[in-house]
C-alpha cells in the first residue's frame, strides 16, 4: 500500500532553516509528481510546493518563493523541502502528498514551528 512518512519539522528560530524529508514507498515513485502542502491552525491546507517526476520542473507558493526549495531523490524514493530564512508564518503541519490515479495520499505530518 502506499506509505508516504515525513520527518525533519521541529521548533526553529525566525531566520533559520529546516530541511523536511518524505520516504515513500507502494507505489513507482519516479512516475509521479509529488507536492507538499501546510495546515495552519484554523487554516486550510495550502499547497506549498510541488515537483516533476524528475525534478525539472517545480513551482512553489509565493510566499514561499526564493526561501523554500523542493527536491527529490528517485533513487531512494524521497521527496525533500528545504526551508530557509523562515519566518513565524511559517508555523504548521507540514504533509507531503501524491495523486496517484486520482486519488490523493497523505503523510502524517510533520510539526514546523518557527518561534523565538
Known amino acids: 500500500q502506499v506509505q508516504l512518512v515525513e520527518s525533519g519539522g521541529g521548533l526553529v528560530q525566525p531566520g533559520g532553516s529546516l530541511r523536511l524529508s518524505c520516504a515513500a514507498s507502494?507505489?513507482?515513485?519516479?512516475?509521479?509528481?509529488m507536492r507538499w502542502y501546510r495546515q495552519a491552525p484554523g487554516k486550510e491546507r495550502e499547497l506549498v510546493a510541488r515537483?516533476?517526476?524528475?525534478?525539472?520542473?517545480?513551482n512553489y507558493l509565493d510566499s514561499v518563493k526564493g526561501r523554500f526549495t523542493i527536491s527529490r531523490d528517485n533513487a531512494k524514493n524521497t521527496v525533500y523541502l528545504q526551508m530557509n530564512s523562515l519566518k513565524p508564518e511559517d508555523t504548521a503541519v507540514y504533509y507531503c502528498?501524491?495523486?496517484?490515479?486520482?486519488?490523493?495520499?497523505w503523510g502524517q505530518g510533520t510539526q514546523v514551528t518557527v518561534s523565538s
Open positions: 502528498s501524491a495523486r496517484i490515479w486520482s486519488t490523493d495520499y
Open positions: 515537483i516533476s517526476t524528475a525534478g525539472g520542473y517545480t
Open positions: 507502494g507505489f513507482t515513485f519516479s512516475s509521479y509528481a
